[in-house]
């Protein structure tokens, strides 16, 4: 099946800071990818498609300006967490999706901000 | 509103039969999708039912009622490596992706 990579699988940043987290199409292209943010024991949360060439679609509730998203060719989008705060800490994943109804995960990036 | 219900927790016994149930109510039905995910790492496909009935997969069966707005997943040979979390998440008339909370399978030797 296809295979969707994340980079990184794990990181620790500091308060204030900003992390880029990528997600990438190994072996297919998608005009589309979706972002997932998943806290302990809850269900993934939608945040924002990305769209290749164009802006990305954010969720109510999720702020545009914290949460950059480049969809900067068919096979890379990235998420870019600015001026993080302890509260940003979860579980980061991305999807693209291939045919008709297939979604592919990414293996998810854990962020946690001390 | 739209909902997705799943139970919390169930727990069952290496080698017997589980059926994980989901009802829903969303703005519109394009499809369910039922995903596996182990503690810690991103959902895997399971099953994709967009008409009613029930369809087989090895071990893993996924059936679907539409106008009963349930779903329901079959696992069967239950193995110690099927416990995980079982999300069903549904496609809405927008085609945006609504997630249920999951439930969390727990095998017994």
């Known amino acids: 099946g296809a295979v969707v990579s994340q980079h990184p699988s794990w990181v620790i940043c500091k308060s204030g800071t900003s992390v880029k987290i990528e997600c990438r199409s190994l072996?297919?292209?998608?005009?589309?990818m979706f972002w997932y943010r998943q806290f302990p024991k809850q269900s993934l949360m939608l945040m924002a498609t990305?769209?290749?060439?164009?802006?990305?679609?954010?969720e109510q509730g999720v702020e545009k300006d914290k949460f950059l998203i480049n969809h900067a060719s068919l096979t890379l989008s990235t998420l870019t967490v600015t001026s993080a705060h302890p509260e940003d800490s979860s579980f980061y994943i991305c999807?693209?999706?291939?045919?008709?109804?297939?979604?592919?995960f990414g293996p998810g990036t854990r962020l946690t901000v001390t | 509103g739209q909902n997705i219900d799943q139970p919390t927790e169930m727990t069952a016994t290496e080698g017997a039969i589980v059926q994980i149930n989901c009802t829903y109510q969303?703005?519109?039905?394009?499809?369910l999708f039922w995903y596996q995910q182990h503690a810690g790492e991103a959902p895997t496909f399971l099953s994709y039912n967009v008409l009613d009935g029930l369809e087989e997969k090895g071990r893993f069966s996924s059936f679907l009622s539409r106008s009963k707005g349930y779903s329901y997943l079959l696992l069967k040979e239950l193995q110690m490596k099927d416990s995980a979390s079982y999300l069903c998440?549904?496609?809405?008339?927008?085609?945006?992706?609504?997630w249920g909370a999951g439930t969390k399978l727990i095998i017994k030797p």
């Open positions: 999807s693209a999706p291939q045919g008709d109804y297939e979604q592919y």
């Open positions: 990305s769209n290749e060439g164009s802006k990305a679609t954010y």
């Open positions: 969303t703005s519109g039905f394009n499809g």
């Open positions: 072996d297919f292209q998608a005009t589309t």
């Open positions: 998440a549904v496609v809405d008339s927008n085609y945006q992706l609504i």
